[in-house]
C-alpha cells in the first residue's frame, strides 16, 4: 500500500480539474480571488474527506442500486454543516462564496471520487485520497486565482498590488476564466508532450 | 429484487436519513445563536453608520400600501436642541433581484448616510455599487507594515450624502465619482451611474424615492396615533 | 406589467446572465456533450425540461414545507433530492421515447443531476426573492425555463463550432480541452455584449 502514491496522484496524474477533468463549475467562478479559492477549496475538502470517510465505512452494507441516493445524501448533509459554520462564524466568506456554497453538492469531484475510490477502498486509503485530491483542487484553483485577481483587479488577496495600475477586468469576468483554465490546460499538454519527447530520445 | 433486498435497502436509507437530519438539526441548534447575532451588528453597523452622531431610540415595522416598512427614529442633542433623524430600509429590483439598503435622512431630508445592505448585481458592472477603493497596497500591509487606517468606503454609496431625498435624484453619466463632482451633483441633486449598470444605479434612486414617500406616510400615521 | 417581468426575467437568463457564458454554471455537460450537434440537442431539450420542472417543484417545497416548518436550512438537501427524482424520470422516458438518444446520451443523462446550473436556478430563484413577490411561482418557472433555453443556446452554439474544430488545423497541444476552453472564452465575451443591456 502505497501511501504517498494514494495522496500525491490526487495533486498531479490524477488532478481532479485539470486531469480528470471534473469540479469545474466552482473552480472558474470562485478563482476572482486567492483568498475565495483557499476558502472554497477548504469547504470542498471538509466535505470530500466527510463522505470519503463515510462512503468508505458503509461501502460493504451499501446496496449497489441505491448507492447513489446514499452518496448524494451524505454529500448533501456535510455541505448544509459547512454552509450553517460557514454563515456563523466566517460571514464574509459566506457572502463572497455565494451560491457556490451549496452547489459544493454537485460537484463531481466529490460524487465521483465517493463512487469511483471510497466505495472500493479503505477508510484510510479514502482519506488519503480525499486529502490528495483536496491539495490537487486547492493548488490549481489558487494558481487560477491568482493569474485572475492579479491581471484583473491589480490586487492580491485584497491588497492593492501596483498602485494607480488599472487592471484587465475582462480576466476577473467569465471570459477571463476560460482563457485562464484553457492555457494552464495548454501549459500542462505542453509539459506532458515534452517530457514523453524526452522519455522516447533516452 | 427479493423482498429481503427492498427491506434491506429501506433499513439503510432511513438510517442514513435518521442519522442525516440528527446531525444537521445538532449543527443548526450551535449555529443559530452566532448567526442571529450577526445580523444583528450588521444591522446595527448600518445604522450607526447612516445616522452618524445619533442615538437609535426605536425601530418601528408598519404596513404601508400592502407591505411591511421599517425605520428608526433617532435623535442628538446639538445646542441644547434635541434633533430628530430616521433611517429606513429601502429596497428595488435591480438587475440580479431587490437591492436593500438603509437611508438615513434628517429633519430636512437630506440624506445623512447611505449603505447597502445585500444585492445580487453583475460582478464587475452592477456589483460595484459595494465597491471599496481599498488603497492599501501588497506591499505596504505585508512587507513594509505601512499600514493606512483610512476607512473604507464606496464611492458609489459616498456620493448619496448630502442630497434631498425628497426631490427626485437625477442620474448623470460621468464615470467614476470624484470628490470634484460633488458640488455640481448636489446643484443637481443628482447621482453619477455606475458606468455600464445605470439599472442598478437607477432601482437604488428609486428605492430612496420610494422608502422616503413611505417614511412620510408612516410618520403622519405615528402622529395620529 | 407581468409581462414585461416575465419578458425581462427570459432575456436577462437567455442572453444577459447566461447560465454558462455569464454565471459559468453547468460547465461539465456542457463541455461533455457538445461534441456533437444531435447530441447536444436533445441534451439541450432534456436540461430545459429539467429545469423548469425544478424550479416548479423547489418552490413550492421551499414555500409551502421549508419556510413553515422553520428548516430552511435543509434546502440544499430537499432541492437536490427532488433534481435527483426529476432526473430519474426523464431518463425514464427518454429510454422509452427514444432509445437511440438515450444511447447517444449516455452517462451524461444521469449526470443531469450533477448540472450545477439545475440546482443553482432553483437556489437563484429563491435568492432573487421571488417568494414574496407575487407572481413569484410563476417567475420561477419561467426563470427556470429561460436558464434552459439560455444553457441550450450556448450548447448548441459550441456544438457546431466544435464540430468545425475537428478538422481545423490546431496545434497538437491545443487540441482538446484547451482550445474548447478558449473558444468559450470568445464566445463568453461577446456575450458580455448584452450585458447592460436596457430591455424597458
Known amino acids: 500500500m502505497d501511501y504517498f502514491k494514494e495522496f500525491f496522484k490526487g495533486v498531479w496524474q490524477k488532478n481532479p480539474i485539470l486531469v480528470l477533468g471534473i469540479g469545474m463549475c466552482p473552480t472558474l467562478a470562485v478563482t476572482t480571488s486567492a483568498s475565495n479559492a483557499i476558502w472554497m477549496t477548504i469547504a470542498t475538502t471538509f466535505v470530500l474527506l466527510g463522505s470519503n470517510i463515510l462512503v468508505s465505512a458503509i461501502r460493504t452494507i451499501v446496496p449497489s442500486h441505491v448507492r447513489i441516493p446514499i452518496f448524494i445524501t451524505i454529500i448533501a448533509s456535510f455541505v448544509i454543516i459547512v454552509e450553517l459554520t460557514l454563515k456563523a462564524f466566517q460571514p464574509d466568506v459566506y457572502k463572497a462564496l455565494g451560491i457556490f456554497i451549496p452547489l459544493i453538492v454537485v460537484n463531481c469531484i466529490i460524487l465521483g471520487r465517493a463512487e469511483e475510490f471510497a466505495s472500493k477502498n479503505s477508510v484510510l486509503s479514502s482519506i488519503l485520497d480525499a486529502l490528495g485530491m483536496g491539495l490537487g483542487f486547492g493548488l490549481t484553483l489558487f494558481i487560477l486565482a491568482t493569474i485572475r485577481e492579479v491581471l484583473g483587479a491589480n490586487k492580491l488577496f485584497g491588497y492593492v498590488l501596483i498602485p494607480g495600475m488599472k487592471p484587465a477586468i475582462l480576466m476577473i469576468l467569465a471570459p477571463g476564466a476560460f482563457f485562464t483554465l484553457g492555457l494552464l490546460l495548454w501549459a500542462m499538454n505542453v509539459i506532458k508532450s515534452r517530457k514523453a519527447l524526452f522519455k522516447r530520445t533516452e | ?225 | 406589467m407581468e409581462i414585461k417581468i416575465l419578458f425581462t426575467i427570459l432575456i436577462s437568463t437567455i442572453f444577459i446572465n447566461n447560465y454558462v457564458l455569464s454565471r459559468i454554471l453547468g460547465l461539465c455537460p456542457y463541455l461533455g456533450v457538445s461534441k456533437k450537434l444531435d447530441s447536444a440537442i436533445g441534451m439541450g431539450l432534456a436540461v430545459i425540461f429539467v429545469m423548469t420542472m425544478a424550479s416548479f417543484f423547489t418552490f413550492i417545497i421551499y414555500k409551502f414545507v421549508l419556510i413553515p416548518f422553520h428548516i430552511e436550512y435543509l434546502r440544499t438537501i430537499a432541492f437536490i433530492i427532488v433534481i435527483a427524482s426529476l432526473v430519474q424520470l426523464v431518463e425514464m422516458v427518454i429510454e422509452k421515447i427514444s432509445p437511440a438518444l438515450y444511447q447517444a446520451l449516455g452517462i451524461f443523462l444521469p449526470l443531469i443531476t450533477t448540472n450545477c446550473a439545475v440546482l443553482g436556478v432553483a437556489v437563484l430563484n429563491i435568492e432573487s426573492g421571488f417568494i414574496t413577490q407575487e407572481f413569484g411561482l410563476l417567475n420561477s418557472v419561467v426563470q427556470g425555463f429561460g436558464a434552459g433555453v439560455g444553457f441550450t443556446l450556448a450548447l448548441l452554439l459550441m456544438a457546431g463550432i466544435r464540430e468545425r474544430l475537428e478538422i481545423a488545423m490546431v496545434p497538437e497541444n491545443l487540441k482538446g480541452l484547451p482550445i474548447t476552453f478558449i473558444t468559450a472564452g470568445l464566445m463568453a465575451m461577446a456575450f458580455l455584449g448584452f450585458s447592460g443591456m436596457k430591455i424597458f
Request: with cysteine; hydrophobic share 40%.
Open chain 2, 1 to 225: 429484487m427479493k423482498p429481503a433486498d427492498i427491506v434491506k435497502a429501506t433499513i439503510i436509507i432511513s438510517v442514513i436519513g435518521f442519522i442525516s437530519a440528527f446531525s444537521l438539526s445538532f449543527m443548526k441548534k450551535i449555529t443559530q445563536e452566532p448567526i442571529a447575532k450577526q445580523e444583528q451588528e450588521k444591522k446595527l453597523a448600518a445604522l450607526a453608520l447612516v445616522l452618524p452622531g445619533y442615538t437609535v431610540q426605536q425601530e418601528k415595522t408598519v404596513t404601508i400600501d400592502d407591505s411591511p416598512f421599517t425605520y428608526w427614529i433617532a435623535t442628538k442633542e446639538e445646542n441644547r436642541i434635541v434633533k430628530k433623524a430616521w433611517a429606513f430600509l429601502a429596497e428595488k429590483k435591480g438587475y440580479g433581484g431587490p437591492v436593500q439598503s438603509i437611508v438615513g435622512v434628517d429633519e430636512s431630508n437630506t440624506i445623512l448616510g447611505f449603505t447597502i445592505l445585500s444585492q445580487n448585481e453583475t460582478p464587475g458592472l452592477g456589483a460595484r455599487c459595494v465597491e471599496v477603493a481599498s488603497n492599501e497596497t501588497f506591499v505596504d500591509h505585508f512587507i513594509t507594515k505601512n499600514l493606512t487606517s483610512k476607512e473604507e468606503v464606496s464611492w458609489f454609496q459616498e456620493q448619496f450624502i448630502g442630497l434631498n431625498a425628497s426631490k427626485p435624484i437625477a442620474i448623470h453619466k460621468k464615470g467614476d465619482w470624484h470628490k470634484e463632482m460633488k458640488d455640481e451633483l448636489i446643484q443637481h441633486n443628482a447621482v453619477t451611474a455606475i458606468t455600464g449598470a445605470t439599472i442598478t444605479t437607477k432601482a437604488v434612486t428609486q428605492s430612496i424615492e420610494e422608502g422616503i414617500q413611505k417614511l412620510h406616510k408612516a410618520l403622519t400615521l405615528q402622529e395620529v396615533q
